[in-house]
């Protein structure tokens, strides 16, 4: 006999659960009323009494109750992920198709949507909001409440960066610097001298730098959450390392750590109020403050990561030397981001290429010669 599941806080929907003849269990929510989730539920009764099977896809559930529902739970993200992901749903997925069923959904109409996308945001954002949403289908698929994604014909691949970094000049990290108040001004040098990620800068502790040995351990960031400091993970298993850590730098540090004290956790950087110094406010104080320098709007503080890497690359660094440095999870992602850095390294190789083809050239006059 078919079950009412009672309304959640967060749903707000009566649920009906039923068991077809084979003894698969089924369920369907997002019912305004316990009556109309009850009449539901009687007439998936009838049908399993007629020999009519119900499959899921026969439900027409739509977007929003099959992630409620369904794909949510099969989530094994962190909570960072997990948040950008209802961000995306909230914002991008659900007021296109939301309240859409699955089965209902059309490759053309997915096309228009990510088109629509490109004319708000860039095209790197557009393609994660388009696979996020093929992802969703593609577990309804694997689930039996699709028979096939609509995303088959829409043409769908990782986003890429589309814009060459471009590092600030030595003058210009001086002049932003410059723009801080003493206390918030370590920031842009830790960044600049270690190429660190924003969260791993603000997330940097004392038990991480060793000034003996002239080392930083980089196995923590901070949190975006405010019930925690650090998070559990990192972006990926690459981002754990090891780097140099700069005379210069050590000396700022020491001197900041002085006059400013440790925030909480052993921080060194800390707010004005000596709490956590969260990044979404450090970003903005960023943008606030290098506004009079006319830098280009979307360049914030992950442009200090770039320069740093300019500068190592320019002093000899090889592509390996780098991926280890940043800590990217694979040399392609280096590449992607950071190739068009490598000119001389690019006119070296061909410089490898005329010094063979020479020597192949003298071998066979030789040879010929004899």
């Known amino acids: 006999m078919a079950s009412i599941r009672k309304p959640t806080k967060k749903s707000g929907t009566y649920g009906i659960r039923w068991r077809t003849r084979d003894g698969r269990d089924c369920e369907r929510g997002g019912f305004a009323t316990e009556k109309e989730a009850h009449q539901y539920g009687q007439e998936q009764e009838a049908l399993e009494r007629k020999n009519k099977n119900t499959k899921p896809s026969d439900l027409k559930i739509t977007v929003r109750e099959f992630v409620a529902e369904v794909y949510a739970k099969t989530l094994d993200v962190r909570p960072q992920t997990r948040d950008d ?66 995303f088959g014909p829409v ?15 030595k003058t210009l990290v001086k002049q932003i610097a410059d723009q801080f108040a003493e206390r918030f001004r370590l920031l842009i040098w830790i960044c600049y001298y270690t190429g660190m990620r924003p969260s791993e800068a603000l997330g940097l502790t004392m038990d991480q730098l060793d000034f003996e040995n002239g080392h930083i ?65 450090a970003a903005e104080m960023f943008r606030e403050k ?19 890497v300019s500068i190592l690359i320019a002093r000899g660094s090889n592509i390996k030397e780098v991926q280890e440095w940043v800590g990217h999870e694979s040399i ?39």
């Open 332 to 370: 392609q992602e280096t590449m992607d981001t950071y190739g068009h850095l490598f000119p001389a390294a690019m006119t070296k190789l061909s410089d490898h290429l005329d010094a063979y083809d020479d020597e192949e050239d003298d071998n066979l006059r030789i040879s010929l010669a004899n």
């Open 217 to 281: 351990v980089i196995d923590r960031q901070l949190s975006r959450f405010t019930n925690t400091v650090h998070e559990k993970y990192l972006k990926t298993t690459k981002s754990h390392r090891t780097i140099g850590f700069s005379k210069k730098l050590q000396v700022l540090i020491q001197e900041h750590v002085a006059k400013f004290g440790l925030g909480p956790n052993n921080l060194i950087l800390s707010n004005r109020s000596g709490n956590v110094w969260r990044y979404h406010d």
């Open 155 to 169: 043409k769908r691949k990782k986003a890429k960066r589309v814009t060459k970094v471009t590092p600030f000049s």
């Open 290 to 308: 290098v506004r009079p320098l006319g830098i280009a709007k979307g360049m914030g503080l992950h442009q200090l990561r770039h320069t740093c």
């Open 85 to 150: 992901y209802n961000l995306s749903l909230k914002n991008w997925v659900y007021p296109a198709f939301g309240d859409v069923a699955l089965v209902d959904i059309k490759p053309a109409e997915l096309k228009a949507w990510i088109i629509e996308m490109k004319q708000t945001v860039s095209e790197s954002y557009a393609q994660k909001h388009a696979n996020l949403l093929g992802g969703i289908l593609k577990c309804a698929v694997d689930n039996n409440y699709l028979d096939k994604s609509p």
